[in-house]
């Protein structure tokens, strides 16, 4: 009885490991298992190669009956299969984007992709693939500060003698709990520690001093857009437990609009002093979100009118300044109750376009996030640029741009983005180039009709 239990346990572990690596298979390189990448592939195919014999030449044959084990060979077989087929179609993919072509070219400018070593994305920068190159600890664990700097200049250098605009290198920079080039760069504290030590007289002159220090240290390195600051509201609530990255009740400046607004305005300001534009994150807010976008769909179910005051700090900071707004994978059922806010053509066009009249620059969030990833990150990629987001973030996993920018391209080939919605975006990046001068007409953000007793008008 015992003997028939363990071989009947032992079966369905073999078969439930079987599955699990055709699922690790069917996904090849997904963020998730992005630590494995170097031995991602060939691990699986050596426990395709081992468990196919194993099943194969099974001794005694008694304990391992024929039929058991053509089974097991045959799903040793399928999983080699789907391996290399998954491999091959994620290199046909990087093949085609180093090809180029007017499509991958038009799509790519509007991406910013991180990266291991800078040799990885010399032939992207120099041929007009990417738009921009996100920066964090990996690339500085191997290097220096001087090494890293060296060599992003040397790729500022390939782009003016392809005749192509300057690289947009971003950074995630906030201080406090986010600091991705701590301490390579000086680890500062969060900005909402300005709030309890600055009196309401110093308090914008020691945010901008700030913004300096900081922006000094960026552009040292070769910096020129910083992922922060973060205007969301301080939540009423503590964090939830389930939230292990997004944590912005640690990274929120206040939770009074206006004071959010006061400090992020002289950070910005401090930041351009030394060449540095910055980003307003997360719109639409996450005060009141408390999934974890990082893996899963959030929802934001209040109503315009209720979020007008986690509006204010995005509407007050952007307007006259050149500052870039972050998009985060937040559904607003309000206005889109399908796609999130980074991808969706009715918050972009409705909300931020018309109500605000914003015309600067709107980034997503990353694209390797669970709350979107797991829709197709070519699928996502191409609605983004198809609702009017400027900026394609492609961070922390950098594989994953070669399936974002061959998703976008296919889309442009088919019509799915218009062609006057990507010359639209490329005057406001035009603009938004470092070196280039902020109009800060192009980046104002008026005041929407408003109702008599003060509230938005509803007009989404």
């Given at each position: 009885?015992?003997?028939?239990?363990?071989r009947?346990?032992?079966?369905?572990?073999?078969?439930?490991?079987?599955?699990?690596?055709?699922?690790?298979?069917?996904?090849?390189?997904?963020?998730?298992?992005?630590?494995?990448?170097?031995?991602?592939?060939?691990?699986?195919?050596?426990?395709?190669?081992?468990?196919?014999?194993?099943?194969?030449?099974?001794?005694?044959?008694?304990?391992?009956?024929?039929?058991?084990?053509?089974?097991?060979?045959?799903?040793?077989?399928?999983?080699?299969?789907?391996?290399?087929?998954?491999?091959?179609?994620?290199?046909?993919?990087?093949?085609?984007?180093?090809?180029?072509?007017h499509?991958?070219?038009?799509?790519?400018?509007?991406?910013?992709?991180?990266?291991?070593?800078?040799?990885e994305?010399?032939?992207?920068?120099?041929?007009?693939?990417?738009?921009?190159?996100?920066?964090?600890?990996?690339?500085?664990?191997?290097?220096?500060?001087?090494?890293?700097?060296?060599g992003?200049?040397?790729?500022?250098?390939?782009?003016?003698?392809a005749?192509?605009?300057?690289l947009?290198?971003?950074?995630?920079?906030?201080?406090?709990?986010v600091?991705?080039?701590?301490?390579?760069?000086?680890?500062?504290?969060?900005?909402?520690?300005?709030?309890?030590?600055?009196?309401?007289?110093?308090?914008?002159?020691?945010?901008?001093?700030?913004g300096?220090?900081?922006?000094?240290?960026?552009?040292?390195l070769?910096?020129?857009?910083?992922?922060?600051?973060v205007?969301?509201?301080?939540?009423?609530?503590?964090?939830?437990?389930?939230?292990?990255?997004?944590?912005?009740g640690?990274?929120a400046?206040?939770?009074?609009?206006?004071?959010v607004?006061?400090?992020?305005?002289?950070?910005?300001?401090?930041?351009?002093?030394?060449?540095?534009?910055?980003?307003l994150?997360?719109?639409?807010?996450?005060?009141?979100?408390r999934?974890?976008t990082?893996?899963?769909?959030a929802?934001l179910?209040?109503?315009?009118?209720?979020?007008?005051?986690?509006?204010?700090p995005?509407?007050?900071?952007?307007?006259?300044?050149?500052?870039?707004?972050?998009?985060?994978?937040?559904?607003?059922?309000?206005?889109?109750?399908?796609?999130?806010?980074?991808?969706?053509?009715?918050?972009?066009?409705t909300?931020?376009?018309?109500?605000?009249?914003?015309?600067?620059?709107?980034?997503?969030?990353?694209?390797?996030?669970?709350?979107?990833?797991?829709?197709?990150?070519?699928?996502?990629?191409?609605?983004?640029?198809?609702?009017?987001v400027?900026?394609?973030?492609?961070?922390?996993?950098?594989?994953?741009?070669?399936?974002?920018?061959?998703?976008?391209?296919?889309?442009?080939?088919?019509?799915?983005?218009?062609?006057?919605?990507?010359?639209?975006?490329?005057?406001?990046?035009?603009?938004?180039?470092?070196?280039?001068?902020?109009?800060?007409?192009?980046?104002?953000?008026?005041?929407?009709?408003?109702?008599?007793?003060?509230?938005?008008?509803?007009?989404?």
């Amino acid at each position: 009885m015992l003997r028939s239990l363990f071989r009947c346990w032992r079966t369905a572990l073999a078969w439930a490991t079987l599955l699990a690596l055709l699922c690790v298979a069917w996904n090849l390189k997904h963020p998730l298992l992005y630590g494995l990448r170097a031995c991602e592939t060939a691990l699986l195919l050596a426990v395709a190669v081992l468990g196919g014999s194993a099943a194969l030449f099974c001794r005694p044959p008694g304990r391992c009956p024929a039929s058991r084990r053509r089974a097991l060979g045959c799903g040793m077989l399928v999983l080699a299969s789907l391996t290399v087929g998954r491999e091959l179609e994620f290199q046909s993919d990087r093949q085609r984007v180093l090809a180029g072509g007017h499509e991958m070219q038009a799509v790519g400018r509007h991406f910013i992709v991180g990266f291991r070593a800078l040799e990885e994305v010399e032939a992207l920068a120099a041929g007009g693939l990417i738009g921009g190159l996100y920066l964090t600890r990996r690339n500085l664990r191997t290097g220096n500060v001087a090494t890293l700097a060296a060599g992003i200049a040397r790729l500022q250098e390939l782009r003016r003698a392809a005749g192509l605009p300057p690289l947009i290198v971003a950074a995630d920079q906030e201080g406090g709990p986010v600091a991705h080039l701590s301490p390579w760069l000086e680890r500062l504290p969060a900005l909402s520690s300005l709030v309890g030590e600055a009196s309401p007289a110093t308090l914008a002159m020691r945010a901008r001093r700030y913004g300096e220090r900081q922006g000094r240290a960026l552009a040292a390195l070769g910096v020129n857009l910083n992922l922060a600051p973060v205007v969301d509201l301080r939540p009423a609530q503590p964090d939830s437990a389930a939230d292990f990255l997004t944590r912005i009740g640690d990274r929120a400046i206040d939770d009074d609009p206006a004071v959010v607004s006061e400090v992020a305005r002289a950070y910005v300001e401090g930041l351009a002093t030394a060449g540095v534009g910055a980003t307003l994150k997360h719109f639409p807010g996450l005060a009141r979100v408390r999934a974890d976008t990082h893996w899963r769909r959030a929802t934001l179910t209040a109503g315009i009118d209720e979020l007008r005051g986690d509006w204010q700090p995005f509407r007050s900071v952007s307007a006259g300044a050149c500052a870039a707004i972050m998009l985060g994978h937040v559904v607003l059922p309000a206005v889109d109750p399908e796609q999130a806010v980074s991808h969706s053509r009715s918050v972009v066009q409705t909300i931020l376009r018309q109500q605000w009249n914003y015309r600067g620059v709107l980034i997503t969030d990353d694209l390797n996030m669970g709350a979107v990833y797991r829709q197709g990150i070519g699928r996502v990629a191409a609605q983004s640029l198809a609702a009017g987001v400027d900026l394609l973030l492609v961070s922390y996993d950098p594989d994953q741009y070669f399936r974002a920018i061959t998703g976008a391209a296919r889309a442009l080939a088919r019509g799915e983005i218009e062609p006057a919605m990507l010359q639209a975006s490329r005057q406001r990046l035009q603009q938004f180039a470092p070196g280039s001068p902020c109009r800060p007409a192009l980046f104002t953000a008026q005041s929407a009709p408003e109702r008599p007793g003060g509230s938005v008008a509803p007009d989404v």
